[in-house]
């Protein structure tokens, strides 16, 4: 099921000072956020173990609802409900709050569902720079059931599709990704990332 596994043996040498500060739904200069990382992050060496163990607590703590909402880290920790976004807005922020850089990742995810079907859903993870190793992806949500959790940390998997990087991208206005795919209105056609592919209303031709 994994298609590359990441060495994390080696989790030794210096950070990019990219990707580390707050910003809007990413609440990482949040006291309680910061006093959380720093709990987390207590006993923990090196920048892997300190990344796993904020994978550990969103899996663990969080209980998943899908909200159709954009709340971010600090709703997260509230009794509000989490979906995807929030599982990794508030990775990101206790990443970041510890001094490791994170981004958000917004794509797809192909699930193989009841008689290899493939079903397609919207879907927000991460990367977290390890040192040693680079830009590891991760994915809260998907390892929040123990029996799923060493798959999805390290891991990439052929199903997550990544289509944008950064929770507000400047080339979508700082809007989602899915806000311009569902609602277009009669603005020009989308190209992301020199894919090589274009995204356009389902009512019109490409």
């Known amino acids: 099921m994994n298609s590359l596994a990441y060495d994390l043996t080696n989790c030794t040498g210096p950070l990019p000072d990219e990707w580390t500060q707050p910003e809007l739904h ?19 060496e090196t920048a892997c173990l300190q990344a796993r163990a904020f994978y550990d607590y969103v899996g663990n703590q969080l209980t998943y609802t899908y909200n159709g909402q954009d709340w971010g880290a600090q709703a997260a ?96 206005r700082g809007a989602s990704y899915w806000t311009h795919l569902y609602w277009p209105g009669d603005s020009a056609v989308i190209t992301v990332e020199d894919a090589g592919w274009r995204i356009v209303p389902q009512n019109r031709q490409p």
């Not at 720079?129 to 992806?137: A, E, F, H, K, R």
């Open 26 to 44: 990413i609440e990482s200069d949040n006291l309680q956020i910061k006093t959380l990382a720093s709990e987390l992050a207590a006993g923990n």
């Open 77 to 172: 920790l509230g009794p509000m409900g989490s979906d995807c976004t929030e599982y990794a807005s508030l990775m990101i922020a206790l990443s970041r709050a510890a001094g490791l850089p994170a981004r958000y990742l917004e794509g797809l995810a192909y699930l193989v569902e009841e008689d290899s079907a493939l079903g397609r859903t919207e879907h927000a993870w991460l990367e977290v720079y390890l040192p040693g190793v680079g830009w590891t992806p991760v994915d809260p949500t998907f390892g929040r059931f123990p029996t799923h959790r060493d798959a999805y940390f390290g891991r990439l998997t052929p199903d997550h599709i990544v289509v944008t990087r950064g929770r507000h991208p400047s080339t979508l």
